[in-house]
Structure formats: structure tokens, C-alpha cells
């Protein structure tokens, strides 16, 4: 079976432009999260999804939006994009949601460079 | 004060060497722990979940103290595999759910 596999692998974007990446889970999982990694920090959570709905939502700004849809794929919008927002954007996916001994599983990432 | 606190390290051991690994948390709402992994440049991977009856998978054991609000890792007869930087994840619920991971802690393991 496919992990978690996320798309682009790589993308350059200008300050000021909206970017798009995309996430699709482990067959038969229902939730999605978005964390933001810069070097030499842990993971920092964004959102999560589950069942299409939003049931998680970090510190990040309203540039920041995400969506899930009826194939529980996922897509993390950032707009006006700043110099800070490079990073490593990790999508995970689980069985379920909240306070349960669920753990996730990552997929490999997409590398954001804002130039 | 961050939510889920760890010492950076590293922790440079020698192969054979066991060694523990602390984290902390304040958010007394934290719900379920966990232990990930992360290689050089790849994507965490999940290594245990973490109980308040401790747990064990291998040369691996983790323990939740809710009392005191943290979360212990130990690793028995370490390898240079072990190498890596082990990551300690908190979900919580505070009118919608979080999951928050520690800085990390970099373990080098040497011949």
C-alpha cells in the first residue's frame, strides 16, 4: 500500500504569491494534518482534518488555509507568501482524530523556498 | 514557557551504552503521548506511543508521569542506527485539537 504522499517534492515561489501543496493520506485514513518544520525545530501543527471538517487549528495566520476533501486528500493554501514561510511542509495521516492512541504517519514532505 | 519542552543534546554514547531521554509538558489537558523519530532531512517516523503502565518494544521503553507532566524515553543497548533525533509529541484538546512536538533531542551513537 502507498504511505502518505504529498506533492510537489520541491517548490521555489516569489514573496507575494499564493502556493497550493497537496496531501494524500493512507488508504482508509480519515484524518490529515499540515505541521510547518524549519531546521533545527520539531514539527509546528497548522491544521488537521478529519471527515472533512477542521477539528485542529495552530498559531499561524490567516494566509494559512486548508482543506479536505471527499477522498479525505488534503490541500494547505498559503497566501502572500513571506521570506518566513520556507520551510518543510509535512502532511501525516491517521485512523482517527482526538484524544486517542492514534499515531501518524508522515509523508516525505514538500520543500518550500520563498525567494 | 514552551508546551512540550526537551534538551536539545546531543547525547554522544558509545555503542552498547544505555540512555534516557526526558520531556516535559504543561499543558495538563495533554491526552495521549507519543515518541517519533527523525533521520537527517526525512519525515518523522512514529516509534511508540507512550502510557502511564509504561511500555516497551525491544531495547525501547517509554513511561508517561501525569503527575508530574513528563515523558521519559530509554534505550538499551544503543546502535549506531539509534542515531537520529527523537521527538516527543503531545495531542491535546483546548476547544479543538492539537498535537505539539518538542524541539527534538539529537542522540549520536558511536563505534
Aim: charge should be positive.
Amino acid at each position: 500500500d502507498a504511505g502518505v504522499t504529498q506533492s510537489p517534492t520541491h517548490l521555489i515561489k516569489t514573496r507575494g504569491q499564493h502556493v497550493t501543496l497537496r496531501c494524500s493520506p493512507i488508504s482508509g485514513h480519515k484524518s490529515v494534518s499540515w505541521y510547518q518544520q524549519v531546521l533545527g525545530q520539531g514539527p509546528q501543527f497548522i491544521f488537521q482534518y478529519y471527515e472533512k471538517e477542521e477539528r485542529g487549528r495552530g498559531n499561524f495566520p490567516d494566509r494559512f488555509s486548508a482543506r479536505q476533501f471527499p477522498n479525505y486528500s488534503s490541500e494547505l493554501n498559503v497566501n502572500a507568501l513571506l521570506l518566513g514561510d520556507s520551510a518543510l511542509y509535512l502532511c501525516a495521516s491517521s485512523l482517527g482524530t482526538g484524544p486517542g492512541n492514534y499515531g501518524y504517519t508522515f509523508g516525505s514532505g514538500t520543500r518550500l523556498t520563498v525567494v | 514557557r514552551k508546551e512540550v519542552e526537551q534538551d536539545p543534546g546531543p547525547f554522544n554514547v558509545p555503542e552498547g551504552a544505555t540512555v534516557a531521554f526526558n520531556c516535559t509538558y504543561s499543558n495538563s489537558a495533554s491526552q495521549s503521548f507519543f515518541w517519533y523519530r527523525q533521520d537527517c532531512r526525512k519525515e518523522p517516523k512514529l516509534l511508540m506511543s507512550v502510557y502511564s503502565s509504561g511500555n516497551e518494544d525491544g531495547r525501547f521503553t517509554a513511561q508517561l508521569n501525569r503527575a508530574s507532566q513528563y515523558i521519559s524515553l530509554l534505550i538499551r543497548d544503543s546502535k549506531l542506527s539509534d542515531s537520529a533525533t527523537y521527538l516527543c509529541v503531545v495531542n491535546m484538546y483546548t476547544g479543538g485539537f492539537k498535537t505539539i512536538f518538542g524541539a527534538g533531542t539529537r542522540l549520536f551513537v558511536k563505534a
